[in-house]
């Protein structure tokens, strides 16, 4: 069965200091991968998709970046994080109809 | 771009009672609907989808229509127990050449009161 792992559970980071968040996905190959973010009693935003490794398309202009250096391997990044960064960062895969999520990652910019 | 509107944002029930979350859609071409459960500080959970060839679908306490002239299909929840208490998310989904497109509603927050 596939399986989606994603790591931190939280952090708190100062503002201006770098990010790395991490997912991995187990069971599946080529799988579409995504981050979102979700504000406090917010929905979700989604911010990147990958349809194959090194293939990343951005939907929101932000400080944030993504990467996926492998086929089951996403990294959400950031060089320099700001207050409005805080969230619940959620990472998910489909390769069919349904998309799955991680536990997500609660980030905390102080 | 597909645009997904969900009613209303907040809904409080008593136990026992039957809830109902409605969506719409905006590209006729979505052809598939999934319904997610978010409890407090957890991933969203899917507990229900539906495909566009399909008008209805159940699953035990849970239910979705889905009417496609419309272009908005709705969940249901029937003898609500406390532990439905939650954030429900709608979505639809496109699949294209390059990657499948979710989009998300905003959310309903369900409040089941005992």
């Known amino acids: 069965s596939q399986t989606i792992h994603q790591w931190p559970a939280t952090l708190v980071q100062p503002v201006g200091s770098p990010l790395s968040l991490e997912c991995t996905v187990e069971g599946t190959s080529n799988p579409n991968l995504y981050w979102y973010r979700q504000a406090a009693g917010r929905g979700l935003q989604l911010l990147f998709y990958?349809?194959?490794?090194?293939?990343i398309s951005s939907e929101v202009p932000q400080n944030l970046s993504a990467s996926r250096p492998q086929d089951r391997q996403f990294i959400l990044s950031s060089k320099k994080l700001l207050l409005s960064d805080s969230g619940f960062y959620l990472c998910?895969?489909?390769?069919?109809?349904?998309?799955?999520f991680g536990e997500g990652s609660w980030l905390t910019v102080v | 771009g597909e645009n997904v509107e969900q009613h209303p944002s907040t809904l409080s029930v008593q136990e026992g009672d039957s809830a109902v979350i409605k969506c719409t859609y905006s590209d006729s071409a979505s052809n598939y609907f999934p319904w997610y459960k978010q409890e407090l500080g957890k991933r969203p959970q899917l507990i229900i989808d539906?495909?566009?060839?399909?008008g209805e679908k159940k699953d035990q306490r849970i239910a979705v229509t889905l009417n496609k002239t419309a272009k908005h299909f709705s969940l249901h929840i029937t003898e609500t127990q406390p532990e439905d208490s939650a954030v429900y998310f709608c979505?639809?989904?496109?699949?294209?050449?390059?990657?499948?497109?979710?989009?998300f509603g905003p959310g309903t927050r369900l409040s089941v009161l005992p």
């Open positions: 979505a639809a989904s496109i699949s294209h050449n390059y990657g499948q497109n979710f989009v």
């Open positions: 990958s349809v194959g490794i090194g293939q």
């Open positions: 998910a895969w489909s390769s069919g109809d349904t998309i799955y």
């Open positions: 539906i495909r566009s060839n399909v």
